[in-house]
């Protein structure tokens, strides 16, 4: 588990790049990104002050908010979200208000949890938080264990966020719903369907693109097909139907998954793809970037901006990727 999750590490360049991401994405598709900071309340990719950390039970320690309240035991004392959220510091960082990380067995074959002090890990909802595989519990601790001695920072916490959304958000029906709705909505701008007048550009986009358009056409129909209009590529009622027949057997792991990778390359065909294991997350950075990549290659790497861009973008598809690896992972 610990090789499983170490481009985690990578992810402390999230917080610095996230502005620029939502700048370079351009198109329909900002509008989308967008959607996971407003979908039912505390939002698919949810918030730094709530989702990345969990409500922890039992009080134990003191925090900035125990402390202004003269030490009792108070709800911040009780919840580690609130303790993150009342502790928050300008660089969005929050106090360390934990020592031990550990993994435990949920009783009655509830699958595998994580405790902070010997405290249970909660959810934002204030349930006992517990996954099916003891693989992604082991690298949920590992990001809180990795957290500097004094500071939790929530942005290098990428699974945490997936994993919160996953079992408190997309497990109801219309938070469901709703989010197959948006990635329904934006498929006909989909990158890989948006292609440029014939070039050298439209060449690079056929040899990236191709392939994930070969292998929706076996899922969606053969009917899929891009286009070179800005208005975007309108697509057959039957693809359409096929893909949110396709979105709504996922569970909620998955559709978590697809639904972030999606929105992190603009492109509901690649997060399919790479949630499948249809193509690697190299590929699926590719295919997000290959406007990108072909002024780069005509101008150059611009150092600070494209180099962080690139390892913001692979800890976006590689965390998805890899919590459904973990989720996978036979017992041991």
């Known amino acids: 588990a610990a090789a499983a999750v170490s481009p985690v590490a990578g992810s402390m360049v999230h917080n610095n790049a996230a502005g620029r991401m939502k700048t370079l994405a351009g198109g329909r598709w900002v509008g989308m990104m967008g959607v996971q900071s407003s979908a039912s309340g505390s939002g698919v990719s949810v918030s730094v002050s709530r989702g990345y950390a969990a409500a922890v039970e039992g009080g134990g320690g003191a925090t900035a908010a125990s402390a202004s309240s003269g030490g009792k035991n108070s709800r911040h004392a009780e919840a580690s979200s609130d303790r993150v959220g009342a502790g928050m510091r300008g660089d969005g960082t929050a106090p360390r208000f934990y020592k031990a990380v550990d993994v435990v067995e949920v009783p009655g074959g509830g699958g595998w949890g994580v405790t902070l002090d010997g405290r249970p890990l909660k959810t934002p909802k204030r349930t006992a938080l517990a996954v099916p595989s003891k693989a992604l519990a082991l690298a949920l601790a590992a990001e809180w264990e990795w957290q500097s001695g004094r500071s939790i920072r929530p942005f290098t916490m990428p699974l945490m966020a997936l994993v919160m959304t996953a079992v408190d958000q997309m497990a109801l029906q219309d938070v469901r719903e709703f989010h197959v709705r948006k990635l329904l909505e934006y498929f006909p701008s989909d990158v890989t369907l948006i292609r440029a007048e014939?070039?050298?550009?439209?060449?690079?986009?056929?040899?990236?693109?191709?392939?994930?358009?070969?292998?929706?056409?076996?899922?969606?129909g053969d009917s899929l097909a891009p286009t070179?209009?800005?208005?975007?590529?309108?697509?057959?009622?039957?693809?359409?139907?096929a893909a949110e027949r396709r979105l709504m057997s996922l569970d909620a792991w998955e559709l978590t998954a697809v639904f972030n990778a999606a929105s992190s390359t603009k492109s509901l065909l690649t997060g399919m793809a790479l949630i499948r294991g249809v193509i690697t997350v190299e590929h699926a950075m590719q295919a997000a970037r290959v406007e990108e990549d072909f002024?780069?290659?005509?101008?150059?790497?611009?150092?600070?901006?494209?180099?962080?861009?690139?390892?913001d973008l692979k800890v976006r598809l590689t965390a998805p990727h890899v919590m459904l690896l973990l989720l996978r992972h036979k017992p041991f």
């Open 295 to 311: 002024q780069i290659d005509e101008w150059g790497l611009v150092e600070g901006g494209h180099d962080i861009d690139q390892a």
């Open 228 to 241: 070179t209009s800005i208005f975007g590529a309108d697509q057959a009622p039957a693809v359409m139907r």
């Open 198 to 220: 014939p070039g050298p550009l439209a060449e690079r986009q056929q040899r990236v693109h191709g392939p994930i358009i070969n292998w929706a056409r076996t899922e969606l």
